[in-house]
């Protein structure tokens, strides 16, 4: 059964890329983000996790919008509670 999830994302750095593709890497990291929870759901024992933070991912200012969404989601994924790909961000 799929429960709500709200993931906010407050700070997102993104030194060299072209703020043109701001609004493509927000959508790649949604849809990535995503179809990794429903791969695998982490937030297995449910509340509220006040503030995580991802560690920092590394890729080419020339890497496509996708490529560097789906870095992102991964990071993300990495930090929640459960996740079996915990620390293991990229």
Do not use: C, K, W, Y
């Amino acid at each position: 059964m799929s429960r709500p999830l709200e993931i906010v994302i407050e700070a997102l750095v993104l030194e060299g890329f072209d703020p043109a593709s701001r609004d493509a890497i927000a959508a790649s990291t949604v849809e990535a983000l995503t179809a990794l929870l429903r791969e695998q759901d982490p937030l297995l024992h449910g509340g509220d996790t006040p503030r995580l933070v991802a560690q920092p991912i590394h890729l080419s200012s020339l890497s496509n919008p996708r490529v560097v969404g789906e870095g992102i989601a991964r990071a993300v994924h990495a930090v929640l509670p459960g996740s079996s790909s915990r620390g293991a961000p990229g």
